[in-house]
């Protein structure tokens, strides 16, 4: 093949390339799949992004809006990254052709307000990150379409109401976690939040807000912390309500709750069937009690227990005299054996209501504390049995080679069994994730690291 031959052939092979789809523009970095162009400086998006990316950085840069279409080539894109930029708003198409996207992070921009086209067409969406922004309002159809989303984080903004209508089980089967935490909710529609499928309700989100006290928010909450729901335990002390809406009355209500005497929490949410998780662990011997604590109390309320080992108890079935029952549905075990280990169901019926609640109790029955004292001391014993034949068998056996019978001064510690040698390298740093407080720095390939830009 002569050289004018080579030089046709590589012309057609630069014709059935696409060039513009591959040059990685000079402000970014590209590896594989991934075009990273944070921290660049940019005012605007690079002229020509590469088609192959999956994962899209921009975060971290000069960027005051977005053109439509502005990714339409970039067929391929799941995971695209906006933090830390000046975008105001959202032009209409500009996810057009990119319906593949998993996880959008909008973050610590300047956004006012979340309108309904914003995120049409992206129907695999499953992360949505919109927290710290100046957002005041949230259209209704927001989130209408976004069949596959799992978290939204809305924390630290200005949202005075948000549309829990919208959130159904079948138009958001798989939603699990909702972040309205640190905004300027000070009513919310208590009807709507608890028609919210129960997944969403375990991880809603809402302290730091400005709630005006009322019965309604109380029983709500004292529901979701009663079922030990993480959302309420990890800021019990976050979670602050206003007298009559005067901020200056503000009150830590799931710590201080006088103020709420008058409520009727047990009746505020009619949910059968709701089940409460304990477990309880005894000696054998020794007496035990355990409690039908539920959402259900008053005159009309009949409890049964269904036991392990002793099958269905009620009060006018019982006949063991060593079981008691009380008229609070609680279960006392006078001398608990090992027998009497493992899961005990407690059912609370309201027959005037027709609702019911059921409480689940594991009961674990352990030997007496002597003889566990005993078995740990013998076990002890013997490990220190164990290091002092070592230590007899490394120093004291006589050394029978030659170059072991040298001065002391010329021993070196690296000699020494490695038995006893150890590592004083510190462990690598690992950085502290804290940019909001349910983010998941290992989901969707990189975490946003978060500032307070207001």
């Known amino acids: 093949m002569t050289c004018r031959q080579h030089q046709g052939l590589f012309l057609l092979l630069l014709c059935l390339v696409p060039i513009s789809e591959q040059i990685c523009p000079p402000m970014c970095l590209c590896l594989s799949d991934t075009v990273s162009c944070s921290s660049s400086g940019l005012a605007k998006l690079p002229r020509s992004l590469p088609s192959f990316s999956v994962t899209l950085n921009l975060s971290h840069n000069h960027l005051p809006w977005l053109g439509p279409n502005s990714f339409n080539t970039m067929t391929r894109l799941e995971n695209l990254w906006l933090a830390h930029n000046q975008i105001s708003t ?20 300047k956004l006012r307000a979340v309108e309904q086209h914003y995120f049409q067409g992206l ?45 159904q089980d079948h138009s958001h089967p798989f ?25 969403v309700q375990r991880d809603l989100y809402l302290h730091n807000n400005s709630l005006i ?30 007298i009559n809406g005067d901020p200056r009355t503000s009150i830590q209500f799931l710590r201080n709750n006088r103020f709420f005497l008058n409520c009727t929490v047990e009746k505020a949410i009619m949910q059968p069937a709701a089940v409460f998780l304990s477990g309880v662990k005894v000696s ?45 549905g609680s279960l006392e075990i006078q001398a608990a054996t090992l027998n009497d280990s493992g899961l005990y169901l407690c059912t609370a ?6 609702i019911n609640a059921t409480r689940e109790v594991k009961v674990t029955v352990l030997l007496p504390a002597e003889e566990s004292f005993n078995t740990g001391y013998t076990t002890l014993l013997g490990c220190f ?23 002391a001064a010329t021993s070196n510690s690296s000699n020494l069994p490695f038995v006893f040698s150890s590592s004083t390298r510190d462990p690598p740093n690992v950085e502290t994730f804290k940019h909001v407080t349910f983010m998941d720095p290992t989901r969707c390939g990189e975490a946003t690291e978060w500032e307070d830009e207001s």
Not at 181 to 195: G, M
Not at 293 to 317: A, C, E, H, K, Y
Request: overall charge negative.
């Open 90 to 109: 959202l032009p209409h198409g500009v996810f057009h052709n990119v319906s593949g996207i998993r996880c959008l992070d909008l973050s610590s921009n």
């Open 123 to 167: 129907w695999r969406l499953e992360e949505l990150r919109l927290f710290n922004n100046k957002i005041t309002r949230i259209e209704s159809s927001t989130l209408s379409g976004l069949s596959s989303l799992k978290k939204v984080y809305l924390s630290l903004n200005q949202i005075t109401h948000f549309p829990f209508f919208s959130i």
């Open 175 to 199: 939603l699990t976690m909702l972040d309205l935490s640190s905004n300027r909710l000070t009513q919310l529609p208590w009807e709507d939040v608890k028609a919210l499928p129960s997944l």
């Open 213 to 242: 006290c009322d019965c309604s928010m109380y029983s709500m909450f004292w529901h979701w912390n009663l079922r030990g729901y993480d959302s309420i335990k990890d800021f019990i002390d976050e979670h602050t309500c206003n």
């Open 284 to 328: 054998e011997g020794d007496s035990v009690r355990l409690d039908c604590q539920t959402s259900l109390s008053g005159t009309d309320v009949s409890f049964t227990w269904l036991s392990p080992n002793r099958g269905l108890i009620t009060q006018t079935s019982l006949n063991d005299t060593l079981i008691n029952m009380f008229s609070n």
């Open 349 to 354: 019926v309201d027959t005037k209501e027709a």
């Open 385 to 407: 049995v164990t290091l002092l034949l070592i230590l007899l068998y490394l120093f004291l056996t006589p050394c029978q080679c030659s170059y072991c019978k040298q001065p």
